[in-house]
């Protein structure tokens, strides 16, 4: 499971299964660098993306908590 990362090695010929999954308002998280490494999982990958959600001091904030 990725939270809020993306790989730096290249997971596309494992068998893993790989979920990636950020808030839609994470500043923290650079979202050029998750769009490139996108070739460096797995073709079966899931992708989720948190409506609302953001990281602040550590911690997941946001509507999709209340």
């Given at each position: 499971m990725l939270?809020?990362?993306?790989?730096t090695a290249d997971?596309?010929?494992t068998k893993l299964r790989v979920l990636s999954a950020y808030g839609s308002k994470d500043d923290i998280l650079n979202l050029k660098k998750?769009?490139?490494?996108?070739?460096r999982v797995p073709k079966?990958?899931?992708e989720r993306v948190i409506k609302q959600l953001w990281?602040?001091?550590?911690?997941w904030c946001g509507h999709y908590f209340r």
């Open positions: 939270l809020s990362s993306y790989p997971l596309s010929k998750v769009e490139s490494a996108r070739s079966q990958h899931y990281r602040a001091a550590g911690r």
